[in-house]
């Protein structure tokens, strides 16, 4: 048990409970060891959402095992959307890019309106869970340039959560958005999941995997790819993965 | 052509492109038709949420075909969340509740965050689809006391929209939350419905259908029944379904 959850319990609180989103990525579990790290009762949420990265949801897996922490997976055919080269097979994954171009554009690995419908999940799973945090791996600093990692949506979610609820117009809840790795750097996050023990050796980040044998390997060449490598760089720390 | 759109066309305009949230019921089903007679370009969204009535899909289908709207269907497994009536067979859908109990409480058909995750879909569909109006069937008069059906709830998704997106972000569109329904009683759904010419004959209401032979019949109880009987009776309409 962690402090906070002592602490919690000995003042006969009830603990604080999360749905924190997980890929199976680097932000993202390094935002769940953060969770459980302030002591609060994670449930962990993936969504399998038709993404040509489909191992990192295995990754998921993974991680929430190791972190003892229980996981749903939700099924979500955003191929019926498309236009995102994640979810389009005929759309290719732009390869290296710079980070001056990476702050400029919107690249088409975006996924139309894919945080707002995470964290609508989320909601949804928070409500059945009695859980009144959201966590997410946001990050607005070393990122793809995607509208919908930046903290003004997150307030605007924020606002939104409580009025689209049974929990936030009955009961009162009232529902906080986390992201805590927003402001930090990849080298800061790298450096915050080494803190933290997350394990990292069990993280997927490449959005263009390569089978390869009976597994996979990184294209090393994506934005994911290359922000990753960059943070591990800046940080000094091996990669274990 | 409608005269909207005649006019758009004269003026050298593109046509106001339109996603609509279409369930195949009474509701949706006239705001499709609403949307269609403002001469907007409408694209139908309709969501596989793992449903127990599950025959309200194949009614979205006919509507659409019936009014020559393209249509997408989402498939998302709700199940794995769960937490409803609707998309869990071992909770009963009530039956019998009078209007005063409707408005008290929010039931146990309600799924959580359905509407949030329901518009985030469909603003997922206007980015790829060009469109800037999301129109969906909400109706805060004569309706079951779900939260997410509330004008300050669909306020808060507009100011949401603009900035989940790229669409909002990088090209200035500005989405609009359309709920033409909003303020109507049921009885002023269905005389709009039967002004618009909306086919009424192919929508489903029942949140509890009962197999019957090859087919399915409504349970006449639930609330989705009672509110529906209410509208056609004090339309003075004959229920064409």
């Not at 609180?13 to 997980?22: C, I, R, S």
Request: charged residues 20%.
């Amino acid at each position: 048990m962690t402090s906070s959850a002592t602490q919690a319990a000995s003042q006969g609180k009830a603990p604080t409970k999360a749905v924190v989103l997980l890929s199976g990525g680097l932000d993202s579990t390094t935002a769940l060891a953060w969770a459980l790290a302030q002591g609060w009762t994670c449930t962990a949420l993936s969504v399998d959402y038709g993404q040509r990265q489909r191992v990192e949801l295995d990754r998921a897996a993974a991680v929430a095992a190791r972190l003892k922490v229980p996981r749903r997976q939700v099924a979500l055919d955003l191929r019926a959307i498309g236009g995102s080269a994640l979810t389009d097979d005929a759309l290719a994954v732009p390869k290296d890019r710079d980070e001056g171009r990476m702050a400029q554009d919107v690249p088409v690995t975006y996924v139309p309106a894919r945080n707002t419908i995470l964290l609508a999940l989320a909601l949804g799973l928070a409500e059945v869970t009695g859980s009144d945090r959201l966590v997410i791996g946001a990050n607005a600093i070393d990122y793809s340039g995607y509208p919908d990692c930046r903290p003004e949506f997150l307030r605007a979610f924020e606002a939104l959560a409580g009025l689209a609820t049974k929990a936030g117009t009955e009961q009162g809840v009232r529902f906080r958005i986390e992201a805590p790795l927003l402001s930090l750097t990849k080298e800061g996050i790298v450096k915050l999941a080494v803190a933290l023990k997350a394990p990292l050796e069990l993280t997927w980040s490449c959005y263009d995997p390569q089978q390869s044998g009976a597994g996979w390997r990184v294209c090393g060449r994506c934005d994911a790819c290359r922000l990753r490598q960059k943070g591990f760089a800046e940080a000094g720390v091996q990669d274990p993965s």
